[in-house]
């Protein structure tokens, strides 16, 4: 088990600093990616939101999702990061809102 599971945010910072380490903020947060696959095979991207990217694209690959199964050969091309959920939710409806292939490689040659 993790030494700080479970404690308060307050906890941690003290039990870091108690042990002479410098306190790290990313530790109590992770960050949420917004981010644009790309599969060759059927000539679409995907758009979506999570909290661990390396995860979501692999679930992407292996038929873990509904949206993307048709096709196993899912590759990152963009990311943005956000420290909440909620803006990453925001950004993702702001992308698939313009509904643009055009706007996606944009997005992309960024």
Do not use: C
């Not at 960050?31 to 679930?59: A, C, H, P």
């Not at 939710?89 to 313009?98: D, F, G, L, N, T």
């Amino acid at each position: 088990m993790h030494p700080l599971r479970g404690i308060s945010s307050v906890g941690r910072v003290l039990a870091w600093h108690a042990r002479g380490q410098r306190f790290e903020p990313a530790i109590l947060h992770n960050m949420f990616s917004v981010y644009i696959i790309y599969s060759n095979k059927i000539d679409q991207y995907y758009i979506g939101q999570t909290e661990n990217i390396e995860n979501r694209l692999y679930r992407h690959n292996n038929s873990g999702s509904k949206s993307t199964k048709k096709a196993n050969d899912w590759v990152l091309m963009y990311t943005e990061e956000f420290p909440t959920r909620v803006l990453a939710v925001k950004r993702e409806a702001e992308i698939k809102k313009k509904k643009s292939r055009v706007y996606l490689e944009s997005l992309i040659r960024s």
